[in-house]
């Protein structure tokens, strides 16, 4: 992905999976559905220096290359690089473990329910009977 606009889309559209060393955002609805995945990398400067940063873009392309044929076609995904990314030798293991996290969510149900099945607008546990009150 070369374009804000495809990366605004997979953030904001898209499904969310993280681990401690990164973030993956699939959407799957993003672009036409004959073309190929697209990837796309954001490793931001609290990843670490220069140096640190393009390592780290490296090995998450390295990664990715492997695991395009898994990837939905048509589906655009962001990478996102947390700073604990900078010296994880867990990065792979944490990419798949959030690929696989994103596919499923993404492929079991609408865009505005979350593992509790509550609206993503409703926050804090549910009130409905008040503290202390036995039923």
């Known amino acids: 992905m070369r374009h ?16 401690q060393t990164l973030v993956i955002h ?8 004959a073309s190929p995945a697209r990837v796309g990398f954001v490793v931001s400067k609290a990843v670490g220096p220069a ?13 990715t290359r492997d695991r395009l044929a898994a990837l939905p ?12 990314a900078a010296g994880a030798s867990t990065l ?5 473990s ?8 993404d492929a079991g149900g609408g865009s505005n ?8 607008g409703s926050r804090g546990p549910d009130r409905s009977v008040p503290p202390g009150s036995s039923s």
């Not at 990366?7 to 681990?19: E, H, L, M, Q």
């Not at 140096?51 to 990664?63: A, D, E, F, S, Y």
């Not at 329910?113 to 993503?120: A, L, P």
């Open 73 to 84: 076609s048509g589906a655009l995904v962001v990478v996102r690089a947390n700073p604990a």
């Open 113 to 120: 329910s979350n593992r509790r099945g509550r609206s993503s």
């Open 98 to 105: 959030a690929l696989a996290s994103a596919l499923r969510s």
């Open 26 to 33: 699939l959407n799957r609805t993003g672009s036409d559905p």
């Open 92 to 96: 792979a293991a944490d990419f798949d």
């Open 51 to 63: 140096v640190v940063r393009n390592r780290v873009k490296r090995q998450l392309r390295h990664i």
């Open 4 to 19: 804000g606009s495809e990366f605004s889309a997979a953030v904001r559209k898209g499904r969310r999976a993280g681990r």
